[in-house]
């Protein structure tokens, strides 16, 4: 029974979006408005079976689990996002001289020589 509940959900969220191209005359307002509908029918008919309510219930405990964590200040943020900008600049030039060398490199080493 549970699979065709998660059929049926899948069939809402079909029937929305079919809804949205087929009735391309229609208002947007009124296309948003199919689609809307037919993830709030799917959302409804899942929920009714036990996949949904194991995938609510996991949500809910992620949604908590994310209360939880301990999110860096704005001052860390901003320190963090220059360290990784000074690297990158950093390497950036690195990478320009290696390629630069070795550019100079095969070029004295193949210049005078004939292609042939």
């Given at each position: 029974?549970?699979?065709a509940k998660i059929a049926g959900a899948v069939l809402c969220?079909?029937?929305g979006l079919y809804g949205y191209y087929h009735f391309s005359e229609t208002a947007m307002v009124l296309r948003i408005l199919m689609v809307l509908a037919g993830l709030v029918?799917?959302?409804v008919v899942a929920w009714t079976s036990a996949p949904g309510k194991e995938f609510f219930a996991f949500a809910q405990e992620s949604w908590a689990e994310a209360g939880r964590v301990a999110w860096p200040t704005r001052k860390e943020t901003l320190q963090t996002?220059?360290?990784v900008f000074a690297f990158v600049?950093?390497?950036a030039l690195f990478l320009f001289a290696v390629d630069t060398?070795?550019?100079w490199i095969i070029k004295l080493l193949t210049q005078g020589r004939v292609d042939g």
């Open positions: 029974m549970d699979k969220v079909v029937a029918l799917a959302t996002t220059g360290i600049v950093i390497m060398t070795l550019a």
